[in-house]
């Protein structure tokens, strides 16, 4: 079977290679891939500025999709002919974060979705909603869930609220539909009108481009008549989480998600702890809220927004479209 190895950090350092097929032994399913989707920390694995003490070589990107073609002794969850998502962390099924579900993320640590089987763990898939095709499923173990957790389990946005959202990439716009679907008000920034527009066709209430309104805390406070937001999708890091901070409202919660525009913040913490504002960390989430989200997804019919799909032979070209932050929505590929 085909198999890109990461067999030194950078993107010349990924090449297509034969590996054996795979065999599922007890209580394992083999799953054929048909689609993977690229998240920021693909090109951060790769590039080696995420671990450069990560085993290579590696199979890169944590997220895919595709159907079971073989199941081992056991196997009771699923059966051949399922369509199924692999979860990110394996082992983290349900409850808190802990530190030993750290250890079996797909794309690193472990060997992720750019094979052409991929043998795992009965609990470690979900199945893929009926509407989607594999394309857009491959898009959900990671920037949905993600979006998901902040929007409804590590928060409960309720109708009428304000949520603001940061960018137009995957867990910005699945947070976008997330929070629509929950029946909030969405202020949505971005750098490009362009962006902004096709936004507002999935629902967004409010536009702001940081670039003409640098100071768009101030817009948000207008917004919403000096309130704030209850909600904030915090995705940008060092250079966006204080004007994050005084577009929230007291008591209100900012969601830490990323760190595009840098880790490290200078803040004042009076700004942070007199207006009581929860700070809650995201890190993708368990498989139960996986499911919870699939059957909500499901239910509305909702599509993942894909921007652009490559064919798998074509990963390091994907990977240096999605590191140039051009995209709207989800960069895939499909095998």
């Known amino acids: 079977m085909r198999a890109f190895e990461l067999g030194k950090f950078g993107l010349d350092g990924l090449s297509i290679v034969n590996r054996a097929e795979p065999k599922p032994g007890a209580n394992q399913v ?14 951060l694995m790769v590039s080696g500025a995420y ?24 196997v009771t969850r699923v059966k051949v002919g399922d369509r199924v998502c692999p979860i990110f962390r394996q082992n983290w099924i349900a ?7 750290r250890s079996t993320s797909l794309g690193g640590p472990h060997d992720g979705a750019m094979m052409d089987l991929m043998v795992l763990n009965e609990e470690g898939v979900i199945k893929i909603p009926a509407h989607l095709d594999y394309v857009e499923a491959a898009t959900l173990p990671c920037a949905a869930v993600t979006a998901w957790n902040a929007m409804r389990v590590d928060s409960d946005v309720a109708p009428g609220e304000f949520v603001l959202v940061q960018g137009t990439g995957g867990v910005s716009l699945f947070a976008l539909q997330f929070a629509k ?63 994050s901070i005084r577009s929230t409202k007291l008591g209100g919660q900012i969601a830490l998600i990323g760190n595009v525009s840098g880790s490290v913040a200078q803040l004042s913490l009076p700004l942070m702890f007199m207006r009581h504002i929860k700070f809650q960390g995201i890190t993708v989430g368990n498989r139960l809220s996986f499911e919870a989200m699939a059957q909500a997804i499901a239910a509305q019919k909702m599509h993942p927004v894909v921007d652009k799909v490559f064919p798998f032979e074509e990963l390091p070209a994907a990977l240096a479209y999605l590191a140039a932050g051009a995209q709207f929505g989800k960069v895939c590929l499909q095998h």
Do not use: C
């Open 30 to 43: 083999l799953v054929k891939l048909r689609a993977a989707s690229l998240n920021y920390r693909d090109y």
């Open 51 to 74: 671990d450069r003490r990560q085993a290579l070589p590696l199979v890169p990107v944590s997220d895919g999709a595709g159907e079971i073609v073989e199941i081992g002794p056991g």
């Open 95 to 101: 409850g808190p974060y802990r530190a030993e579900v």
């Open 181 to 243: 679907m929950a029946g909030a008000q969405v202020i949505i920034t971005s750098s490009s009108d362009e962006k902004l527009e096709k936004a507002k066709k999935l629902g967004a209430d409010f536009l702001i481009n940081y670039r003409s309104q640098p100071d768009w805390d101030k817009q948000v406070n207008k917004i919403t008549e000096g309130r704030g937001v209850d909600h904030v999708m915090e995705v940008g890091g060092a250079l966006t989480l204080e004007k």
